[in-house]
């Protein structure tokens, strides 16, 4: 029997746009099976890049959100050691791992650069699934019209959405999660 698919909701905090210039501060996963099972966590916080700043636009915006900066900068490790952590964890898990992300295109871009510069792979792949990308088929919508505001409430747990990491890793990875149960309920499987 084959294993089952992980849908690993992985939110990143970061003090820029793209990494190499810019570091991702934080990130954290949350590990969910189809039916909202939470499998596991994992979340790190970050040293930043040698070189690295934080770019400007990003920096004011952190400025207004202080607890989040906070919460992102306790107790940092070098980002080689989370990684391969993190390799671990993943590997580890009861299945096969499929990054889930909201927007995928910016949290998987930091996380696959940082999964082969600091731990030489990707238990990802190549590939990610985005959450907006999914609800947009589901509601039969544009993209720009497929935002959190426009979804079904009820694809929404009570779950808070703080810029921390892992609170918005376990937040993402429930709505995913309610979005295929009600997709697969739709389409009668």
């Not at 700043?53 to 989370?82: F, I, K």
């Not at 499929?98 to 990802?124: E, K, M, N």
């Amino acid at each position: 029997m084959s294993k089952p698919e992980i849908y690993v909701s992985t939110d990143v905090e970061a003090d820029g746009p793209i990494p190499g210039p810019h570091s991702m501060l934080s990130f954290a996963s949350a590990a969910y099976l189809a039916d909202k099972t939470l499998v596991g966590t994992f979340s790190a916080n970050l040293d930043t890049l040698p070189g690295a700043e934080g770019h400007p636009d990003t920096m004011r915006w952190w400025g207004d959100n202080r607890a989040a900066w906070e919460a992102c900068r306790r107790d940092p490790q070098p980002p080689q050691a989370a990684m391969r952590a993190y390799v671990e964890w993943l590997d580890a898990l009861p299945g096969k791992p499929v990054f889930v992300g909201y927007p995928a295109a910016y949290d998987f871009l930091f996380v696959y650069w940082y999964l082969i510069r600091y731990a030489g792979r990707s238990p990802f792949s190549h590939s990610a699934l985005d959450i907006k990308s999914y609800a947009m088929a589901v509601l039969k919508t544009d993209y720009r019209e497929s935002t959190k505001r426009r979804m079904p409430k009820a694809w929404f747990d009570r779950l808070p959405h703080t810029h921390v990491a892992l609170d918005d890793a376990i937040e993402q990875g429930a709505l995913f999660c309610n979005l295929l149960a009600f997709s697969r309920r739709d389409a009668g499987g």
